[in-house]
Every structure is written in C-alpha cells, then in structure tokens.
T-cell receptor, first 113, second 111 residues
Framework: KNEVEQSPQNLTAQEGEFITINCSYS?????LHWLQQHPGGGIVSLFM???GKKKHGRLIATINIQEKHSSLHITASHPRDSAVYICAVDRLLAGGGADGLTFGKGTHLIIQP | DGGITQSPKYLFRKEGQNVTLSCEQN?????MYWYRQDPGQGLRLIYYSQIVNDFQKGDIAEGYSVSREKKESFPLTVTSAQKNPTAFYLC??????????FGPGTRLTVT
C-alpha cells in the first residue's frame, strides 16, 4: 500500500465547477505539499501545510492531522487549471532532518470550457 | 532570479552509455534531491544531499551515482547498470522552512 494515496486519479469537470482532490497518508509527517504539474513537466509548489487551512486566490488547501487527510479545493474552476495535482509529504524522521518527499500518484484534472 | 536549472531538457542516449544530468541552483539551499517520474507512478527519490560533500541513497538508487562538490551543483549520472533509464528526471531543493523548489526536468530516452 502506498504511503500517500490520492483520489480521484482522473477528474473532468465543466468550467466554473467546484473541484475537490483528496489526499490520505499513513505516516507521521512534518509537512504536506500540494504541487501542480503542467504538460511540459515542470512542477510548481502550491501549498505547504502542517496544520489548518491555507488560501491562495481560487485555491484552498486543508489538512486534518488527526485523520491524516488533506484536501485541495479549486473554486470557480477554469480551463487553465487543467494540470496534474500532486500531494506529497515530508516524513517525520527520528532526530529531525528530511530525506525527500514521498509522493502520491497525482490527480489528472481537465476543466472543459 | 533565483531558481533551479536543469540541462538539457531532452537527452537521447544509446544503451550501454553513461549519461550525466546537470542540476544547478542559486537559492543557497543546503538540501538537494533527484527524483524520477514514470508514467502512472508517483515521483520516486533517487538520491539526496543535505550538505556539500555528503549524499544519501533514496528509494531507487541502484544504477545511479551523484556528487556534491559545490553547494550549487548536484549532478546525477545514469550508468549503464540502470536497467530502465528512460524516464523524466527532476531535481529539487529544500529551503530552510521546508519549502520545495523544482527544476524544469530532463526527459531521458535510452534506446
């Protein structure tokens, strides 16, 4: 079983719809990241969360540490939001430090006009 | 502008040849990482370095080697021992408060 699970794997929606992508993880973490990957391959960091909720423009990310679950929401979705959205975690290591992110497989989002 | 550069964007090699992928950052970050991405799979960690002259194997280090002689540079060599080298390779760095920065990636094709 993967340490980071995302759902759905694929999502097609109409412009203007409210989008939710979910991420569950099974390890202790120091932080959770939401990333965006466009067709060219480049990855952009959208959010880094260790608790609560963050908002940036039409994007909202929440995390529930007790339930080991995070969601990424897109309000008033637009075709330019079409991309792969990836959830990744910084695993909590004994003694601190960080050994790289552990990634979900991504959610392929298509917003149709 | 601060960031991570990877070159080249596309790389083609014949089977049996070693190839080195470049990664340079001007963010003054100590920690740097190499990830591999295959279709339908999440990114996987190949090697990481938390400080100059030190690096650690990640989950899929077999067939790869790295060096970290300078803070700015973390090149990855894909050796002929790597059985399935064709993939998309991403270099990343981590800032002091765990924020992540990614390079544009190199798509390697070995035939």
């Amino acid at each position: 079983k993967n340490e980071v699970e995302q759902s759905p794997q694929n999502l097609t929606a109409q412009e203007g719809e409210f989008i939710t992508i979910n991420c569950s993880y099974s390890v202790g973490i120091s932080a959770l990241h939401w990333l965006q990957q466009h067709p060219g391959g480049g990855i952009v960091s959208l959010f880094m969360l260790s608790s609560g909720k963050k908002k940036h423009g039409r994007l909202i990310a929440t995390i529930n540490i007790q339930e080991k679950h995070s969601s990424l929401h897109i309000t008033a979705s637009h075709p330019r939001d079409s991309a792969v959205y990836i959830c990744a975690v910084d695993r909590l290591l004994a003694g601190g430090g960080a050994d790289g992110l552990t990634f979900g497989k991504g959610t392929h989002l298509i917003i149709q006009p | 502008d601060g960031g991570i550069t990877q070159s080249p964007k596309y790389l083609f090699r014949k089977e049996g040849q070693n190839v080195t992928l470049s990664c340079e950052q001007n963010l003054n970050h100590d920690a740097m990482y190499w990830y591999r991405q295959d279709p339908g799979q999440g990114l996987r960690l190949i090697y990481y370095s938390q400080i100059v002259n030190d690096f650690q194997k990640g989950d899929i280090a077999e067939g790869y080697s790295v060096s970290r002689e300078k803070k700015e540079s973390f090149p990855l060599t894909v050796t002929s021992a790597q059985k399935n080298p064709t993939a998309f390779y991403l270099c990343a760095s981590r800032g002091p408060t765990y924020e992540q920065y990614f390079g544009p990636g190199t798509r390697l094709t070995v035939t």
